[in-house]
Antibody, heavy 119, light 110 residues
Framework: QVQLVQSGSELKTPGASVKVSCKAS????????INWVRQAPGQGLEWMGW????????TYAQGFTGRFVFSLDTSVSTAYLQISRLKAEDTAIYYC????????????WGQGTLVTVSS | QSALTQPRSVSGSPGQSVTISCTGT?????????VSWYQQHPGKAPKLMIY???KRPSGVPDHFSGSKSGNTASLTISGLQAEDEADYYC??????????FGTGTKVTVL
């Protein structure tokens, strides 16, 4: 069965960087895009963008350009989200989600990674 | 891209039906039949409930249904059950490989 397993919670100070991983299994990794979704404490879901796992080409939503980088290591079927120059308002749960080939929805989700930014 | 508009909360008694609206624009909900709905229980990851406006993934109970008219999509939960109490989010494809989520609706079973 399809599984997306994310790395554990992170506590960072403002200005630091963080890298969240999302390891996929149960399907051919390069056949499905990986999306990233943010959920701030007590708030709704916010689509951050996606990465083409076949080409490595990322697409970023408005508000997620500059400090946010999506990357891949296809040899271990893993997608990464790196956030640099962290701010308190980056405190959130970050989810990875798979959208299937020729699909326009997010079929499978990781369990989420809580990133806390605090001095 | 602005978030799609959903009511903050809806409620109903067990066995009743509730409908959640999701209002977008001619550039997202109104332009594509690619609206999906997600259920999120507290502390859990979202779960796909409806895709392509009306389709249910395998394993999703058939008392969940979706529809769309113009720029507004809807999720109806018929025969409300205690386990349906959760947050629900719509999501629409918005063109050029972009997506937008709704503001989210808390469903309470009275």
């Amino acid at each position: 069965q399809v599984q997306l397993v994310q790395s554990g919670s992170e506590l960072k100070t403002p200005g630091a960087s963080v890298k969240v991983s999302c390891k996929a299994s149960g399907y051919t990794f390069i056949s499905s895009a990986i999306n990233w979704v943010r959920q701030a404490p007590g708030q709704g879901l916010e689509w951050m963008g996606w990465i083409n796992t076949n080409t490595g080409n990322p697409t970023y939503a408005q508000g997620f350009t500059g400090r946010f980088v999506f990357s891949l290591d296809t040899s271990v079927s893993t997608a990464y989200l790196q956030i640099s120059r962290l701010k308190a308002e980056d405190t959130a749960i970050y989810y990875c989600a798979r959208d299937p080939p020729s699909g326009w929805q997010f079929d499978d989700w990781g369990q989420g990674t809580l990133v806390t930014v605090s001095s | 891209q602005s978030a799609l508009t959903q009511p903050r909360s809806v409620s109903g008694s067990p066995g009743q039906s509730v409908t959640i609206s999701c209002t977008g624009t001619n550039n997202d909900v109104g332009a594509y039949n690619y609206v999906s709905w997600y259920q999120q229980h507290p502390g859990k990851a979202p779960k796909l409930m409806i895709y392509d406006v009306t389709k249910r993934p395998s394993g999703v109970p058939d008392h969940f249904s979706g529809s769309k008219s113009g720029n507004t999509a809807s999720l109806t939960i018929s025969g409300l059950q205690a386990e349906d109490e959760a947050d629900y989010y719509c999501c629409s494809y918005a063109g050029s490989s972009f997506y937008v989520f709704g503001t989210g609706t808390k469903v309470t079973v009275l």
